[in-house]
């Protein structure tokens, strides 16, 4: 192509209603006390920043970004607002998009991801070129779009805030569809934190908790007597533990010369 996809453009001002929102907009979930608080702001101190803009026929213009700001002039009746206009394609003005919500955290995770994805079929992308695209790491676009991976129910509680995302990972972490969709349940019944999420997650792919896995055993009586009688003979602190499953003796010195000494012992008690 020797056409550049995306052209910058001058700073106009425009009827309101020439403006009309991308079907493609990545941000879907608009909350109405957002636009009413930004609506407030814009008549004290006008619309400060133009809305990004392409152009869609004879003086139409479709929004790139900047849709909450657009919302928020019609609900207080602004007849003309200021634009910026770029020449996009579809994927480009996608792109713009994606990339100016997630400058502003404007995008839940359930959003980001599907706008990943969008971005991945339609130019069809890598999740490494992705990555560059938007300026973030490979692993970062990985791990959001593996959150598409969750019960449709569990993608509707993140979307709407009422779960997180490390609420979805504890999700995540079971492996089986249908573990997926008991806790997914047991979220919607109960508000259950984050940790507690992560502690059914564990009992359902059927994994220790690291509590009872760092839970030590009582030392057997035998260790006891055995560790007793070393201290006797050696006459310095010696322990016998088990760690992760394998037995040890600890014995206690101070110095090279008492490394000697006890080595003496040991060997005089063996001949």
């Not at 909450?68 to 579809?90: F, H, L, N, Y």
């Not at 992560?198 to 994994?207: D, P, Q, T």
Request: hydrophobic letters at 35%.
């Amino acid at each position: 192509m020797t056409i550049k996809s995306v052209v910058q453009r001058r700073t106009d001002e425009v009827p309101l209603e020439s403006i009309s929102p991308n079907p493609d907009q990545p941000r879907t979930n608009f909350k109405q006390e957002e636009i009413e608080e930004l609506a407030t702001s814009i008549q004290k101190d006008g619309l400060l920043q133009p809305i990004l803009v392409r152009p869609v026929g004879s003086q139409k213009y479709q929004i790139i970004a900047g849709e909450r700001r657009w919302q928020a002039c019609r609900s207080i009746g602004m007849k003309t607002v200021p634009i910026r206009i770029k020449e996009a394609d579809d994927d480009k003005a996608l792109e713009l998009a994606l990339v100016e919500n997630i400058q502003r955290s404007d995008l839940n995770p359930i959003e980001e991801a599907y706008g990943y994805r969008r971005m991945m079929e339609r130019r069809n992308l890598t999740q490494s070129e992705v990555a560059q695209a938007m300026s973030k790491g490979r692993s970062t676009v990985a791990n959001a779009l593996r959150l598409l991976e969750l019960p449709e129910e569990a993608q509707q509680l993140l979307f709407e805030e009422k779960i997180t995302a490390g609420h979805a990972r504890a999700i995540l972490s079971i492996p089986s569809k249908e573990g997926r969709l008991k806790l997914t349940q047991k979220l919607v019944e109960e508000k259950l934190s984050v940790r507690e999420t992560e502690a059914i997650a564990r009992l359902l792919a059927g994994k220790k908790s690291p509590e009872s896995a760092q839970t030590r055993q009582p030392t057997p009586k035998s260790f006891k007597t055995v560790a007793k009688a070393l201290r006797d003979v050696l006459h310095t602190n010696v322990r016998v533990k088990t760690v992760q499953g394998k037995n040890k003796i600890e014995i206690e010195f101070k110095d090279e010369e008492e490394l000697e000494k006890l080595f003496e012992e040991l060997i005089a008690s063996t001949s």
